[in-house]
């Protein structure tokens, strides 16, 4: 397994959830004839901008050396390689879409990279299970928070955005 700096790591994940968020953010603006599903979009880009901030948070209190310090993971490269598909341009065509888009992106290898870098340098176990809670919270809300009028695959195709 190869060891990265942590500062890499963080960039990386910070990169991922900036992303995400813009995605969320231009497909409530491409929703926005339907409001709830605009609102989901949208408070789905707002869970990203958190993620990003406890990420900043994160950077900002570490030291220098634990900057530089370096972590072992096997996520990097699936966590580019996301990034760099997530950085191309996103032509969604319909809601299906852009909920197998989401689903993809929330299922990738960010999340468990996030969670080893929390891991690592949290060391309050209760703060370490309310972040992990958080991020769980957020993946089952595009299974269980959906606008149920569109919870059919089919239903999903028939809105062009």
Known sequence: MKAYPT???????????????????DWARKFSGLPDVAAFWQEYSTDEAIHARLLEKLHDILSPDEL???????LVGD?????????????????QQAYE?????EHSELNPLIELLLGHFEPDEKARND????????INKLI???????SSPELRREIKV
């Not at 500062?7 to 953010?25: D, H, R």
């Not at 760099?84 to 809601?95: C, P, S, T």
């Open 7 to 25: 500062s890499e790591l963080l960039e990386l994940s910070l990169g991922f959830e900036k992303n995400a968020q813009a995605i969320y953010a």
């Open 68 to 74: 530089v310090g370096l972590i072992e993971s096997e």
């Open 144 to 150: 269980y928070n959906f606008p149920e009028r569109y």
């Open 79 to 95: 966590t580019r390689r996301m990034l760099a598909f997530l950085q191309k341009e996103n032509a969604i065509q319909d809601l």
């Open 101 to 105: 888009y989401a689903n993809m992106l």
């Open 131 to 138: 972040l992990h809670g958080r991020l769980a919270e957020h």
